[in-house]
């Protein structure tokens, strides 16, 4: 896999049926969409709240960007590598 691949949310749709399903549920139950823009957290260190959670595995930068378009987040600037999204936490965000 090269830099680009690892890095597209079209990796999302190789990810098995049973992870997809995980991931957004982890997605719906832990962000909540709002209206400015979360400065602090991207993708990349999104995913690695999740694979670090319970229930939680490896996924690249791309499959979760992937995830977070399947849950409706909207990237702020899609051009960059890392995307930031209008979220908070439903859980307090100690970091």
Same mark, same amino acid.
């Given at each position: 896999?090269?830099?680009?691949?690892?890095?597209?949310?079209?990796?999302?749709?190789?990810?098995?049926?049973?992870? %997809?399903? /995980? !991931?957004?549920?982890? #997605?719906?139950?832990?962000? =909540? /969409? #709002?209206?400015? =823009?979360?400065?602090?957290?991207?993708?990349?260190?999104? %995913?690695? #709240?999740?694979?670090?959670?319970?229930?939680?595995?490896?996924?690249?930068?791309?499959?979760? %960007?992937?995830?977070? !378009?399947?849950?409706?987040?909207?990237?702020?600037?899609?051009?960059? #590598?890392?995307?930031?999204?209008?979220?908070?936490?439903?859980?307090?965000?100690?970091?």
């Amino acid at each position: 896999m090269n830099e680009r691949d690892v890095n597209s949310p079209e990796e999302f749709t190789n990810m098995t049926s049973e992870d %997809k399903q /995980k !991931l957004c549920s982890w #997605i719906r139950s832990n962000l =909540v /969409k #709002i209206k400015t =823009v979360n400065q602090s957290r991207t993708s990349y260190g999104l %995913k690695h #709240i999740f694979e670090h959670s319970e229930n939680g595995f490896y996924t690249t930068n791309g499959q979760f %960007k992937g995830a977070m !378009l399947e849950c409706g987040f909207e990237p702020y600037e899609p051009d960059e #590598i890392n995307w930031k999204f209008c979220f908070c936490f439903t859980f307090g965000d100690s970091t």
